[in-house]
T-cell receptor, first 116, second 116 residues
C-alpha cells in the first residue's frame, strides 16, 4: 500500500515554463487536494476534488489548473511558472471532505519547486 | 472565517522531559475536527493526533496527548518522555465538519528542538 505518491520530489523551472505535478493514491479516497507550503504561513489549499470529474478552487488557485479523470489521480498543472510559485507542494487525500468521522488527510511527501 | 494560531514559533525540550505546544483557533461552528501534524526534516506530513469537537474526552496516542478546551478554543499538544525523533515542525490544523471544501486550516507551525 503506497498511500499518496507525488512526483517529482524536486523541480526547477524558468519563469514562463509549464509543468505538471503528479499525484496518485491507492486508498480509494474520494477527496483529493493540493496545498502549498510557504515559510511562516503553514499550508494553504490550492484546489480540491470530491470525486472523479469534480474539481473546485481553494484559497490560492491562481496560476494552477487541476483535473480528476480517475479516482486515483489528481495532477496539478502550472500554466506559466512565476517566482511567486516557488514553494513546497503537497497532495493530500481522505475518504470524505471531512464530514462524518473527520477523516484525516493523508499527505504525499511533497515536491519542492523553484522558479527562477 | 476560521483561523488557527500557533503563538510559539520555536520550542525546545530536554530529552525525556515533557513539552506542551500551544494552539488556539477561532470558529463559530460546532461541528469540526482538530489535528496535530508532525513534519520532520524529511518534509513528510505525519498525523500525530485527532480530536472531534463533540467529544469532551481528550485524545491520546501513546506519548502524545491533547488538552482540548472547547470554550476557550484551545487545543494544545503535550509530548511526554520526549525523544530525539520528536524533533520536527508541528502544525495544528482545523477541519470543518460541514464545509464543502474539506479544507484543513493550518497554524503557522512550531519548530520543536529536542536536546540530548
Amino acid at each position: 500500500n503506497a498511500g499518496v505518491t507525488q512526483t517529482p520530489k524536486f523541480q526547477v523551472l524558468k519563469t514562463g515554463q509549464s509543468m505538471t505535478l503528479q499525484c496518485a493514491q491507492d486508498m480509494n479516497h474520494e477527496y483529493m487536494s493540493w496545498y502549498r507550503q510557504d515559510p511562516g504561513m503553514g499550508l494553504r489549499l490550492i484546489h480540491y476534488s470530491v470525486g472523479a470529474g469534480i474539481t473546485d478552487q481553494g484559497e490560492v488557485p491562481n496560476g494552477y489548473n487541476v483535473s480528476r479523470s480517475t479516482t486515483e489521480d489528481f495532477p496539478l498543472r502550472l500554466l506559466s511558472a512565476a517566482p511567486s510559485q516557488t514553494s513546497v507542494y503537497f497532495c493530500a487525500s481522505s475518504y470524505t471532505r471531512g464530514g462524518t468521522g473527520g477523516s484525516p488527510l493523508h499527505f504525499g511527501n511533497g515536491t519542492r519547486l523553484t522558479v527562477t | 472565517a476560521q483561523t488557527v494560531t500557533q503563538s510559539q514559533p520555536e520550542m525546545s525540550v530536554q530529552e525525556a522531559e515533557t513539552v506542551t505546544l500551544s494552539c488556539t483557533y477561532d470558529t463559530s461552528e460546532s461541528d469540526y475536527y482538530l489535528f496535530w501534524y508532525k513534519q520532520p526534516p524529511s518534509r513528510q506530513m505525519i498525523l500525530v493526533i485527532r480530536q472531534e469537537a463533540y467529544k469532551q474526552q481528550n485524545a491520546t496516542e501513546n506519548r502524545f496527548s491533547v488538552n482540548f478546551q472547547k470554550a476557550a478554543k484551545s487545543f494544545s499538544l503535550k509530548i511526554s518522555d520526549s525523544q530525539l525523533g520528536d524533533a520536527a515542525m508541528y502544525f495544528c490544523a482545523y477541519r470543518s465538519g460541514s464545509s464543502n471544501t474539506g479544507k484543513l486550516i493550518f497554524g503557522q507551525g512550531t519548530t520543536l528542538q529536542v536536546k540530548p
